[in-house]
């Protein structure tokens, strides 16, 4: 157990359709990272957050936002969903360099 | 930009040692991760190399090269268990890790 909790477990949705999914990170780490795998790929960097303000972009979608509160919690929020969108979501966390993984959301979009 | 190379897959044997070779280039560097991943589960870490040279931590080992840009893991006493995808990430100056598509290992009897 990584300590880092994420919901749902699954996810089921249609095309079109909105989500939020949910981090709450180890605590006392300040960092959040969230980073989107498809099947059979490899992870994909989203978005990371520090101490509630956006650290760094990578490849993420303009239908895809993300925010960090002030609990340290953060959601990933998913919009317009198309049947790509369909991947396993990763949370991670962080105080040092080491990144603890949350054990996923799998999104499904029908 | 970053760039990442690992072999898509490998096969070994039960009680044998595979190394899984990972070469990079990368804007900036600010050490080496190794993770396990088993199928439909999230990421492990296994270890972290800053400084030139090997790194062990019981049947695993880590070497790191930042001067030629490569990186292996080494996995001693291989047990059905260790088959699962390593994934060689560097860690670049902003603490970004940037993620290789993984090997895939199969540990066979």
């Known amino acids: 157990d990584s300590g880092v909790t994420q919901t749902p477990k699954h996810l089921i949705t249609a095309t079109g359709q909105r989500v939020t999914l949910r981090c709450s990170p180890r605590?006392?780490?300040?960092?959040v990272y969230w980073y989107q795998q498809s099947l059979d790929q490899g992870l994909q960097f989203l978005i990371q957050?520090?101490?509630?303000?956006?650290?760094a972009k990578g490849n993420i979608l303009e239908r895809f936002s993300a925010q960090q509160f002030p609990d340290l919690h953060s959601e990933l929020n998913l919009s317009s969903l198309e049947l790509g969108d369909s991947a396993l979501y990763f949370c991670?966390?962080?105080?040092?360099?080491?990144?603890?993984f949350g054990p996923g959301t799998r999104l499904t979009v029908l | 930009g970053q760039n990442i190379d690992q072999p898509t897959e490998m096969t070994a044997t039960e009680g044998a040692i595979v190394q899984i070779n990972c070469t990079y280039q990368?804007?900036?560097?600010?050490?080496l991760f190794w993770y396990q991943q088993h199928a439909g589960e999230a990421p492990t870490f296994l270890s972290y190399?800053?400084?030139?040279g090997l790194e062990e931590k019981g049947r695993f080992s880590s070497f790191l090269s930042r001067s030629k840009g490569y990186s292996y893991l080494l996995l001693k006493e291989l047990q059905m268990k260790d088959s699962a995808s390593y994934l060689c990430?560097?860690?670049?100056?902003?603490?970004?890790?940037?993620f290789g598509g993984g090997t895939r290992l199969m540990v066979k009897p």
């Open positions: 957050y520090y101490n509630g303000e956006e650290r």
């Open positions: 990368t804007s900036g560097f600010n050490g």
């Open positions: 190399n800053v400084l030139d």
């Open positions: 605590s006392g780490d300040l960092s």
């Open positions: 990430a560097p860690n670049n100056a902003g603490n970004m890790l940037t």
């Open positions: 991670a966390s962080s105080t040092n360099n080491e990144q603890f």
